[in-house]
């Protein structure tokens, strides 16, 4: 079983940064391919990226690409997700969760743990 928890969230102004973490506990992530999600209100939760096991390989949705890039560290057993030039659409709470498998996707039923999610907030 694995345990994320994501922090990071918060308030900022549109054209600002913000870098999400994803902390896992349980066992090591090392093996298993990570996606950050995200979900507005009234809205269906969506994918944001997803790197493989390795890092070598990364997807994005195409609103986000350009500005958000995840990555990482293994040996922190921990998944980033560094998000810039944000925008007012880009407000939603964003999830981190692991696959089972090393191998990315972007559809939310491919993943098998989840976390509790933190909020980000873009002001115009």
């Known amino acids: 079983q694995v345990q994320l928890v994501e922090s990071g969230g918060g308030l900022v102004q549109a054209g600002g940064s913000l870098r999400l973490s994803c902390a896992a506990s349980?066992?090591?992530?090392?093996?298993?391919?990570m996606g950050w999600f995200r979900q507005a209100p009234g809205k269906e939760r969506e994918f944001v990226a997803s790197?493989?096991?390795?890092?070598?390989?990364?997807s994005y949705a195409e609103s986000v690409k350009g500005r958000f890039t995840i990555s990482r560290d293994n040996a922190k057993n921990t998944v980033y997700l560094q998000m810039n030039k944000l925008k007012p659409e880009d407000t939603a709470v964003y999830y981190c969760?692991?696959?089972?498998?090393?191998?990315?996707?972007?559809?939310?039923?491919?993943?098998?743990?989840w976390g509790q999610g933190t909020q980000v907030t873009v002001s115009p």
């Open positions: 790197i493989t096991w390795s890092g070598s390989d990364t």
């Open positions: 969760a692991a696959r089972k498998t090393y191998i990315l996707a972007r559809r939310s039923d491919g993943y098998d743990f």
């Open positions: 349980g066992r090591s992530i090392s093996s298993n391919a």
